[in-house]
T-cell receptor, first 114, second 114 residues
């Protein structure tokens, strides 16, 4: 039912590299989110968007940036990766119209910075 | 501000036994409450949601949860555990209507033993 895709699923990259994590959804949802999840920990919201050209920082401070040029696409970028960025990143989308209240999640990108 | 507390980071039950995962929340407005399940190396899948309709909510895979305003609780139960229920379970709260930003609990790892 949920059509939200994240690529890559796993990424191992060296310190200082620029990376972009991709997130796309085919449901036409206006609202999209990025959550960061460390092992054994809760998810923390790091970015969200309520529509095209709208981006906001979440509750957890992050050195990453996001963009929302198209409704279906919400990429996350790290200009210079560091070991402290090692984590799982989960993308989600939602559309409260029509009574749907839940967020749909992608399968996540597990990032390891060495 | 909203918050979620999940008591017990690890819960172990025997196959066929009752599953009870606890969740308490705080919210300054009537909340929307959710339970999500996460299997290893996967994203989050919605189990069930409370959106101010019936206080007893039935979800997928035989799970249900009861919203108790007086106790600010939304505990997840299943009458009979199955091996396939072994996963991480997250309780989450959303304020101000559905489809908005989620605040998650720290998660409960459910182990099912033979």
């Amino acid at each position: 039912e949920a059509d939200i895709y994240q690529t890559p699923r796993y990424l191992v990259i060296g310190t200082g590299k620029k990376i972009t994590l991709e997130c796309s959804q085919t449901m036409g949802h206006d609202k999209m989110y990025w959550y960061q999840q460390d092992p054994g920990m809760e998810l923390h919201l790091i970015h969200y968007s309520y529509g095209v050209n709208s981006t906001e920082k979440g509750d957890l401070s992050s050195e990453s940036t996001v963009s929302r040029i198209r409704t279906e696409h919400f990429p996350l970028t790290l200009e210079s990766a560091r070991p402290s960025h090692t984590s799982q990143y989960l993308c989600a989308s939602s559309d409260p119209t029509g009574g749907r209240t839940e967020a749909f999640f992608g399968q996540g990108t597990r990032l390891t910075v060495v | 501000a909203q918050s979620v507390t999940q008591l017990g980071s690890h819960v172990s039950v025997s196959e066929g036994a009752l599953v009870l995962l606890r969740c308490n929340y705080s919210s300054s407005v009537p909340p929307y409450l959710f339970w999500y399940v996460q299997y290893p190396n996967q994203g989050l899948q919605l189990l069930l949601k409370y959106t101010s309709a019936a206080t007893l909510v039935k979800g997928i895979n035989g799970f249900e949860a009861e919203f108790k305003k007086s106790e600010t609780s939304f505990h997840l139960t299943k009458p009979s555990a199955h091996m396939s229920d072994a996963a991480e379970y997250f309780c989450a709260v959303s304020e101000g209507g559905g489809g908005n930003k989620l605040t998650f609990g720290t998660g409960t790892q459910l182990k099912v033993e033979l």
